[in-house]
């Protein structure tokens, strides 16, 4: 938000290509950042860039299409915290598959003190790959979260200790299928080694070792440079996000929710990690539907833990400069 000149007084195309760029704040499959926005006059338009989606991880496109509702979840808000709210239409043409969200009707509403907040958890958030501490997430933390992931579409199923059983076992298959696909591991290479490019895992914030946990995070193929120390996961939740349908709407409405309850964790002083390794493999997704007894697809799985003191955060991940990726060449007359 500008200092020089009051939310109020300001242009909406302004207010449009700033929440956009506020947008890229929020998290990302590898953090491939796989969004483009472009601003018009009285709308703000929400297309995937093809270029990064995972094309051997993520062939079918849910990954995508969830880190793109994350980004449309962080521009809501910070429109919100600007004081205008608008109309999100969803997939709004057939014809156009690339263009996920568009934002229209923007009206003044009045300044969101919530929604201000919210932003400053965007800045704030990270991923912390190590184990958390040995303190227990409080269970009305983890109630606040759930429900904002209802409120935006999507659930959020804690797990017994016997599905953690069951959700380690499936992770580490997918691991060791993972391991063996020269494709993956190719991806997963040039997305830890893009140093200087905006995007990608650095080695800062991956893990020197492997982590003692429960479930097994991902195996990066190399480590980085991130101390892990001695702790364990025995206090951390585990959660699967999911919902009613697995087409292209519910995996971007499940990106929405994913960005609500991280930044409501965040907020609560809650640590979120996204396993997303398991939902990749058709074979352990279908283990996940399982734990949901068929009433449902799901989406991502998440840990959630209390970080522990004694580390000091990872390093946040890079980001693409604004002008890759929000177009304003439609207002750039309009523009204060």
């Given amino acids: 938000m500008s200092q020089e000149t009051p939310a109020t007084d300001r242009p909406l195309t302004t207010a449009l290509a700033e929440a956009a760029a506020m947008a890229g704040h929020a998290p990302s499959v590898h953090n491939t950042q796989p969004w483009r926005w472009k601003v018009l006059p009285d709308a703000l338009e929400l297309r995937v860039a093809r270029d990064r989606q995972l094309a051997a991880t993520d062939p079918e496109g849910r990954l995508v299409a969830l880190s793109c509702g994350a980004a449309l979840h962080h521009a809501r808000l910070a429109l919100a915290a600007e004081g205008w709210t608008a109309v999100v239409e969803r997939l709004p043409d057939p014809a156009q598959p690339d263009l996920l969200a568009r934002l229209t009707d923007p009206h003044r509403s009045g300044t969101d003190p919530d929604a ?160 997303s390794g398991v939902v990749e493999v058709p074979g352990t997704r279908q283990t996940l539907r399982q734990l949901l007894s068929g009433l449902g697809f799901p989406y991502l799985v998440l840990r959630l833990g209390i970080a522990d003191p004694t580390h000091a955060g990872p390093p946040h991940t890079p980001r693409l400069p604004t002008e890759q990726v929000v177009d304003t060449s439609a207002v750039r007359d309009q523009r204060s």
Wanted: with cysteine.
């Fill in 116 to 275: 201000m907040h919210t932003v400053q958890c965007m800045q704030v958030r990270h991923t912390d790959r190590r184990p958390v501490s040995d303190e227990p997430v409080p269970t009305s933390a983890l109630s606040e979260i759930t429900r904002a992931a209802s409120a935006e579409g999507a659930r959020l199923q804690i797990l017994d200790s016997d599905q953690v059983m069951e959700l380690a076992a499936a992770a580490s298959h997918a691991g060791a299928v993972a391991a063996e696909d020269s494709q993956l591991r190719e991806e997963l290479q040039y997305w830890t080694s893009r140093a200087g490019a905006g995007t990608g895992l650095p080695p800062e914030v991956l893990p020197q070792e492997q982590p003692q946990t429960t479930v097994p995070g991902r195996d990066f193929g190399h480590p980085g440079s991130l101390p892990v120390g001695p702790g364990h996961d025995k206090a951390a939740v585990y959660g699967l996000l999911f919902g009613d349908e697995d087409e292209p709407d519910s995996w971007l409405r499940a990106g929405e929710a994913l960005s609500a309850l991280w930044l409501t964790a965040t907020r609560l002083g809650v640590s979120v990690v996204p396993l």
